[in-house]
């Protein structure tokens, strides 16, 4: 089942022209939300904030609006059947909506954590407009893809200087020395919306957050590390594969909790 311009179609077949700009070059931008209660209007949805992406994205590039009051319509039709959405949109302004389960495997991850492989070499796995998140997703994808070969779940991606970046799909989380520790935007990664909920609420709890480039001195100075979006909330990592080295770190750390957390907590404006 999926929506598209504006019809829930029942199938699994889109049928578009191949001529679609989508369809050859990778040219759509999307976004990726968890349905919570089967409500768009719940709080950690993020709805509005997955709508300002997207028009966020279209401004940016100078793409045709697509027709908003289909958007809702159509995500409120398919989250009565899957926790999670993806809308799409093409450069003409059309809409296209899927859903799925959430991974068999995540609450276990959650609570014990998962293995990360660092994406090496970096220039495989560059990726495109890193500010937006596009249809050409082939770097994260791929990075994600390779990272099974050694046994892990997530890759973290790097640039030139061997800094980390983000995980394939997520925003990095680092706690050491009393601080927490994320990538800066101006770094190359997403926005992620998970992230700008997390940050608003840890501000709200007076902790101190530092937005600095994930150097092997930062990294050396962290207890626990964890990854962000809004689908999967947050998910330690325990482990992270670097060439032929293992670096541990400790995914029952109380940190990891707290931002837990703060993820599920709606008791403040989000952003």
Known sequence: ????????????????????????????VFTTLRVYDGTLDHSLTFWQAHCDRLRHSIQTLGWTSPDWKQIHQGAIALAQQYPILRITLFPEGQEWITGRSLPPDLSEQQQHGITAWVATPPEDYGRSLPHLKTGNYLASWQAK??????????AILI?????????????????????WWTPPLADGILPGIGRSHLMSRLRCQNERIRETSWTGDVI????????????????????????????RFNPK???????????????????
């Not at 029942?10 to 022209?17: F, K």
């Not at 893809?145 to 997530?154: I, K, L, P, T, V």
């Not at 907590?265 to 952003?271: K, N």
């Open 1 to 28: 089942m999926y929506w598209y311009n504006g019809v829930l179609d029942p199938g699994e077949t889109l049928q578009i022209s191949i001529h679609n700009p989508g369809l050859l070059y990778g040219a759509t």
């Open 145 to 154: 893809r390779d990272a099974q070969a050694y046994h892990a779940q997530e």
């Open 159 to 179: 640039n030139a200087a061997g800094h980390w970046l983000e995980t394939s799909t997520g925003t990095l989380w680092g706690w050491g020395k009393g601080t």
């Open 220 to 247: 050396s100075q962290l207890e626990a590390i964890a990854y962000s979006n809004a689908v999967v909330g947050v998910v330690p990592i325990h482990t992270v594969l670097i060439n032929a080295e293992r670096q």
């Open 253 to 271: 750390h109380p940190s990891i909790q707290t931002l837990v957390t703060q993820f599920h907590s709606t008791s403040s404006p989000d952003f």
